[in-house]
Structures are given as C-alpha cells and as structure tokens.
C-alpha cells in the first residue's frame, strides 16, 4: 500500500508567557494553529497563514534564516522542528496518509481571537496556556513539550 504525504505547517503562539492551543473537535485533542501547505506557499507563509485564518493573529516567527547564498538561492526561516505525523494508520499497521510538518513558534502582540477563516475553531474553543497550565492539565505530551518550548523560544528572543 502507498502511504500519501502532504506538508503542513504548525505554528506554537505565544504572548505574554502563554501559547494559544484550540480543542480539535474531531481529534480530541489541544492543538496549536496549523494546516496543509497549499500549492505554490513555502512552509513559512504557511504557518503564518494558518495563524491568521485560526486565530486572527498577526504573528511574527521566532527562526533562524540560513546565511548560505547564492545567485539563486537564499535562506528561508527554518522550523524549530521538522516532524513526521502518521494521520491514517490501519489495522495492519501500515500507513495510508502522513503529515511532514514545519514547527514555528511566533509572538503576537495580542490575545483578543477572533478567527478569520471559514470551518476554524471558535473563539470558546480557544484558550492560552502557561508552562504550569500545560505541565498540569491533561494534554499530549509533544504538546506540552513544544509549548513550553515555543514559551522560552521566545522570552529568549526578546
């Protein structure tokens, strides 16, 4: 069986010491604002896309830029993480659908969401979440992880 990947990018917002994660209806589970990486976006303009459209949010990426040029070629802003989520396992353990996914983080300026896009999350959906409130609350682990990551990422880059 062929397994289908798509890119995606995720991107942990974070202000004031908190990240904003959303309760996915369907998964059951806190997630930060994130999506498919449409045809002809870099993963970057992605994830600033899918923050825009999920949360209201104008975000601003804590990454690093490659140094290396070229005639031709320069640096994008790298994902903090580069992660392999398998979305369709079957009872065989194969894998029929995965997600490559770009992990930002990015600070914003505000907490006030109010999401822009159409089928997103509501705004009662959505709340934001210190490392205590991560570290204490029932969340998947790699969410409470790179939450807490994001947070320092980007105290530090302050």
């Not at 303009?45 to 031709?72: F, H, I, K, Q, Y």
């Not at 998947?140 to 807490?148: K, R, S």
């Amino acid at each position: 069986m062929e397994t289908t990947r798509h890119f995606t990018a995720t991107t942990y917002v974070v202000h004031d010491g908190a990240t904003a994660l959303h309760e996915h209806t369907r998964l059951g589970i806190h997630l930060p604002p994130g999506g498919h990486v449409d045809r002809d976006e870099l993963p970057h303009e992605a994830a600033l896309r899918e923050v825009r459209e999920e949360t209201g949010l104008d975000a601003e990426l804590v990454a690093a830029e490659s140094d290396v040029t070229g005639p031709n070629t320069r640096g994008l802003p790298e994902p903090a993480h580069l992660l392999l989520h398998d979305i369709n396992v079957h009872p065989d353990g194969s894998v029929g659908h995965q997600h490559i996914d770009h992990l930002y983080f990015a600070q914003v300026d505000e907490r006030a969401i109010e999401p822009a896009g159409n089928d997103e999350a509501t705004v009662d959906e959505w709340d934001w979440y210190t490392p205590a409130a991560l570290r204490a609350g029932e969340f998947e682990p790699d969410v409470v992880e790179l939450g807490c990551e994001a947070i320092d990422a980007v105290r530090d880059a302050e």
